[in-house]
C-alpha cells in the first residue's frame, strides 16, 4: 500500500489528513477483496467469435483500420488475448466494479487487486485461458 511519509514539521492537520487518506484505502481495498466477481460462461467457440467481432469493430471506429483484421486463423495468443479482454469487458461485472474504484480516486493497489480477482475468476471460469490471464495479470502490475 502506498502511504505518504509523515515528515518533520508538519502540523497536526497535514498528518491526520494522510492517516485518514491511509485508512480510507485500507477500507477501499478491504471492500474489493469481500467483492464477488461474476464472470459469465458462454461456450467458447461463441466467445472467441464475439471477440473477433468487437476487436474488428474497435479498429474501424477507433480510425485503425489499417491494422490487421482478427479471424479465426490468427494466432492462438492473440485470439486468447481478445478473448480474454471481450470477457472482461462483456461477460463480467469488471466496468462497473472498476468505476466504483476510480470514482473514488484510490490508490494504484485497488485497482490491482481489482483485476486480479478479475483475471482470477476468467481462468477458473475458462480454464483454456488461465495462461492469458496470468500474462495480462502480469502486465497490470
Known amino acids: 500500500m502506498q502511504v505518504q511519509e509523515i515528515t518533520d514539521g508538519e502540523d497536526r492537520t497535514d498528518i491526520t489528513m494522510k492517516l485518514l487518506d491511509a485508512v480510507k484505502i485500507q477500507r477501499i481495498l478491504f471492500n474489493i477483496s469481500k467483492w464477488h466477481v461474476v464472470v459469465e460462461k458462454v461456450p467458447y467457440a461463441q ?53 466504483r474504484v476510480c470514482k473514488k480516486m484510490v490508490s494504484e493497489d485497488a485497482y490491482v487487486l481489482l483485476n486480479k480477482k ?24
Do not use: W
Not at 479471424?71 to 481478445?82: G, H, Q, T, V, Y
Not at 478479475?118 to 502490475?141: A, F, M, S, V
Open 118 to 141: 478479475i483475471y482470477e475468476k476468467i481462468g477458473e471460469t475458462y480454464l483454456n485461458l488461465k495462461e492469458e490471464c496470468d500474462r495480462q495479470l502480469e502486465g497490470k502490475k
Open 47 to 99: 466467445v472467441q467469435k464475439k471477440a473477433i467481432k468487437r476487436y474488428n469493430t474497435h479498429l474501424f471506429t477507433t480510425g485503425q483500420s489499417d491494422k490487421p483484421k482478427a479471424n479465426a486463423s490468427r494466432d492462438r495468443e492473440f485470439l486468447d488475448r481478445i478473448s480474454v479482454n471481450y470477457i472482461r469487458h462483456n461477460l463480467t461485472n469488471y466496468d462497473k466494479m472498476l468505476d
